[in-house]
């Protein structure tokens, strides 16, 4: 096994992935003590925090983020970089609730998230390898089918990017593997470095007046008009809170962590390749994803590594060894890559919902606290779309987008916290099995 071996990483660092290696200086922000004033206080220093921040801090809040480990720690430093168009999957399942017309708003903000990411990027000159093109895979014909309608669906929105349906037999001008039957080219999609996109982005909040502490996880709130949010040395007093912290959520706030499903993703970076074997993997530097329950997602960095993530895991336990876990996943679709090495391997939580829809509210009872989960993979966009529309929400901007969220009801997941994954393992290996036949 040529991958480096696992160990564990003190809270105080990032995870030891290709990403932290590779990434923008990460500067210390301080440690939370005393007691703080704030308009706002956002929880979470990942896309959903940073971006509810900068929004909110342009708009003229005063806003203090707390975040429990170091910024960009969870899975927006360590996620498969795919910035990919849409908010979720199967939007017309809410006709019932948000309409026709509210679905198709939903559809169009799919377009947008991404719009927001690429404004972010240029408006703030952040160096995150930003790279367009991405092409969905399809394992069957009749996940070519879809891509029609898809495709179809786009042009109805007023896409304005290139998209192009390809068959088997042009397959191998954007992938090196005979794995799939067809595909769906979208040139407005595409990948970048997520790590130096969040720091790039703390450092844009910072600039805008936003107080970013770090190593000052929550230990209580206490709800009220005005909230209290308590760490370990000091504590936030603000009119508003924000609670993003998506996956790794846990127990803070018990009535959304179980509408949200923390679930293991894994990632493998190899060495450095040659340009004439990147070319031939990967021959127009998209970003590709295919179709399965556990699917497979990969592209190339700027140095020309292939990063191959996927494995969607519920049961709440990581793999001994992610490189032995993800290695032969890579090898059934590039055989070529048998003498390569395995540079980097790490894995981290992204949230899911049972309907697959972003959450993004505010709680009943508490009126001045909002939230924003459950990208179900989305999250590279989505995360950025939720930050305008939660500071729309907050500043009092008329905010459509906002309450077509919020109006779609989450379930909570049965079991509590120690049967939740279980049961939804068992669920998800139902959906496999299906696919199978």
């Not at 003229?60 to 168009?85: D, F, M, P, T, Y």
């Not at 049961?423 to 139902?430: F, H, I, P, Q, R």
Request: charged share 20%; glycine share 12%.
């Amino acid at each position: 096994m040529n991958a480096r071996a696992q160990q564990p990483v003190p809270s105080h660092q990032h995870t030891a992935s290709y990403y932290a290696a590779s990434s923008l200086p990460q500067p210390d922000h301080p440690v939370l003590t005393g007691e703080s004033v704030a308009d706002v206080c956002v929880v979470g220093g990942g896309f959903s925090g940073l971006n509810t921040a900068i929004e909110l801090a342009e708009r003229g809040l005063s806003v203090i983020l707390l975040e429990a480990h170091k910024i960009g720690w969870g899975a927006s430093g360590r996620n498969g970089g795919q910035l990919i168009r849409g908010v979720g999957h199967g939007l017309d399942q809410f006709t019932n609730v948000i309409g026709a017309d509210g679905v198709r708003q939903m559809k169009l903000m799919g377009l947008e998230a991404v719009e927001i990411v690429r404004q972010r990027v240029a408006h703030f000159q952040i160096p995150c390898d930003l790279t367009w093109g991405y092409c969905d895979l399809a394992n069957k014909p009749r996940d070519l089918e879809g891509f029609a309608e898809e495709a179809e669906a786009l042009r109805s929105l007023g896409y304005r990017h290139a998209t192009r349906l390809l068959q088997a037999h042009e397959m191998r001008t954007v992938v090196g593997s005979d794995r799939y039957v067809g595909g769906l080219i979208d040139m407005g999609s595409g990948h970048l470095h997520p790590l130096n996109l969040a720091l790039g982005e703390a450092a844009a909040a910072q600039q805008l007046g936003v107080k970013l502490f770090e190593q000052s996880a929550v230990t209580r709130i206490d709800y009220g008009p005005e909230v209290r949010v308590h760490t370990a040395q000091g504590s936030v007093r603000a009119k508003t809170l924000v609670l993003g912290c998506n996956a790794y959520l846990n127990e803070l706030n018990p009535e959304l962590s179980a509408k949200v499903l923390p679930a293991g993703s894994y990632i493998i970076a190899t060495e450095p390749l040659s340009e004439e074997l990147a070319h031939a993997l990967l021959p127009q530097n998209m970003a590709v994803c295919d179709q399965r329950v556990a699917l497979d997602y990969y592209r190339l960095s700027a140095d020309r590594r292939l990063l191959f993530g996927g494995a969607c895991h519920y049961s709440g336990r990581d793999p001994q060894d992610i490189g032995a876990y993800m290695r032969p996943k890579m090898l059934d679709v590039f055989p070529q890559l048998v003498d390569v090495k395995i540079d980097y391997q790490w894995g981290g939580m992204i949230g899911i919902g049972a309907n697959r829809l972003p959450q993004i509210g505010r709680l009943k009872d508490q009126p001045n606290v909002y939230y924003a989960q459950a990208y179900s993979g989305h999250g590279v966009n989505v995360t950025h779309l939720a930050g305008k529309l939660l500071a729309e929400a907050i500043s009092g901007q008329q905010s459509g987008g906002f309450d077509l969220f919020a109006k779609v009801p989450h379930v909570t997941f049965p079991g509590g916290k120690h049967l939740r994954s279980p049961l939804l393992a068992l669920g998800m290996l139902w959906h496999r099995l299906k696919e199978l036949a």
